[in-house]
């Protein structure tokens, strides 16, 4: 029998030694106490994701009620069948991957030159932003990345999510640190128009979402330069989720972090051709980490946090598809660019007739405009859960419960513009016809 | 300004108040202290992945010589371009992307059923093992499923990893847990046959690979029964990288560690579409973590894995592509499975030249049996990185230095069966005439 060496030679359990071939000798009290260990923060989590409680919620009605034509404004997922210039380019990856002289096998693991050349390019230079391909990092998803980010921060940082929020920054946080740790809710409500105000205490990294999900509201460039100045001056880290960029109309709300002034020193940003270009079932986004980003390690050197996220991703993550890459690439052609702007249009004026609809209702509402996400105030003082029952049950139409994203969400209710014109305006009409 | 609530109400950080306002008010010496924190343990891992220091040597070996002829037989990257039915399942599914009515966005999370039920029937049912599509897990492929299953796992376990390894599963935990923590190396050397011993200490959590990477070698069926029966009596989890399971030819050597009696109730068995059907770049993979796998939470109750992983997969995952899941279900009919033993043999045969060669040669190697690694002992004495750049430098091949595996790796060398027959010969052709 060996003795295992250890590396730190430090720690080494104090346990008593169980040899081979004592098969089972030892007592069950035993075996309990030298078990393996779990991630015990994963029990504090709720029992289930939001969307997979809304998904069992939905076959139960179904199951009893097969005849019922349900209308979904409820996950935020599209619609539109992929665009031309990108099925055309996807074609045309799988070709090359069936011949030997152009079959490609693993990729760079940060994402191939030619597409984070062109996000460089046209996401960003083109705006007037200085963001290096060196700074892109091509992902799976968004919620892959900013679930992940996580893990090249520390666990003395007070984390803070704006209450309401999207689920994954909460339950990854505390997947990673526990509810006993840190993690800070930013109330958003009508009082402050759903914008976090800027806090007296000292935050250490800080999750913004804008076009915001759920409640489909934007800040503009003074409210998010007041974050960034903030950040710079708390040396704070904002974790910036742009994934619905697109959907901006107004050319005073910015696009990017970046556009602020000294956001490069303190936020790593997240980007999605999900919603944008329909990628929901082909999986593509990006995650910018400035070079000039650092942090400062416990011994007081500069540690780059691109360096990190680098290292992240060549251990953990061995790249998107490569005919996936192809894809988001001709979004970049001028074809391809022209039929995403006509996707989001499609999506933007399906937003408008619920604008009009729940206008014409009387019932109050947020978002929609600069965001394909509407929030509404549920009529009667319903909570939040009572009114999504009701209207599956009475209008065959399924949202997302507001209390879902958070306690400051109870009360309210979220609808997305991803259908289609003709359900859009079946679901406005039955909502305009329900008497509640 | 509000009040910040906190979740937990507990560990407010003791921060002096900083007033957004007072911009820069502060001294750079506080800036420092209350800035954002760094996951530390980064700082631990060497400093870059091995794959990229080759990479980077290579590169600079071609800049200074663009005529040279390389021949890799380093990273374990397949050469043959992908089997009809995968590109004509592909094809499909891009039109399919195209088209209202048959576009797919979001997926469940842990897979189509179309394909876990597939990879339940033909991988497991037809072999006698019962593993339902429950059960089975569709990711992105072994590198992230074998780097984030640590996700959750306990910061207390003992972690037992074989030295040489494959680096993902050593720099993952010193990324989670740090070098200072129980990570354990189990040595594999010619006086073991590459095989890690029965320890006499409680481990907790052990990663075994077989065929392994980066030795070749396997477990026959009475030696991994040995592992299973030590997890079983000690409570300990094995994470059993399959990987390779497509190149064993010896029918007394497990595919799957679920042959094992009892190995449902200790074991998470990784695979992968990379090798087998040459899907590297088509990024491809499934865990399977049984239902009958439980933990004992801290307060005493059975936790399901099979849960927790689910959870894990929920958060921080969206599934993998739509067109991916329907390549890998084409690898399953009956074409497919033809086309796959065949790239199969193909890359065999190239181990057999290999084996031949060194055979010849008069070298020592281990595996490329069951196996599309060989492992070999660097003649003369040589240490893995010596023999590796003489190896580039005087025969303009690339291969993998042992000791980037691990410290009992000083000395050998890895070669892979991933290139085509013709480069194959060419290597052992230059290998045979080398004069060292």
Known sequence: ???????????????????????????????????????????????SYLFSTIAKRIEKFSASHPEADIIRLGIGDVTLPLPPSVLQAMHNAVDEMGVKETFRGYGPEQGYAFLREKISEVDFRQRGIDISPGEIFVGDGSKSDTGNIGDILGEGNVVAITNPVYPVYLDTNIMRLGKSSQIVLLPCGEENGFLPEIPS??????????????????????????????????????????????????????????????????????????K???????????????????????????????????????????????????????????EGQQEVREMVSYYMRNAEMIREGLTEKGWTFFGGKDSPYIWLKCPGGMDSWTFFDRLLQECHIVGTPGVGFGSKGEGYFRLTAFNSHERTAEAVRRIKQWEY
Chains 1, 2 share one sequence.
């Open 201 to 274: 205490h000292h935050l250490d990294v800080i999750y913004l979402c804008y076009p915001n999900n759920p409640t489909g509201t934007v800040m503009n460039r003074e409210q998010l330069k007041q974050w960034v100045d903030y950040a710079l001056e708390n040396r704070s880290l904002i974790l910036f989720d742009a994934a619905y960029e697109a959907f901006i109309r107004d050319n005073e709300i910015p696009r990017s972090i970046y556009e602020i002034e000294g956001a490069a020193a303190c936020a790593i940003e997240f980007r999605s051709f999900s």
């Open 276 to 334: 944008n270009a329909g990628f929901t079932g082909l999986r593509c986004s990006y995650t910018v980490v400035p070079k000039v980003l650092t942090a400062r390690s416990a011994e007081g050197s500069n540690i780059s946090l691109n360096g990190l996220w680098n290292r992240r991703q060549s251990t953990k993550f061995n790249g998107t598809p490569y005919i996936v890459q192809k894809a988001a690439e001709a979004v970049y052609s001028p």
């Open 1 to 47: 029998m060996n003795n295992v060496p250890i590396i730190s030679g430090k720690k080494w359990k104090d346990v008593q030694v169980v040899r081979f071939n004592q098969s089972f000798s030892i007592s069950f009290h035993q075996q309990i106490e030298y078990m393996f260990e779990i991630n015990e923060n994963y029990l504090q989590l709720n029992e």
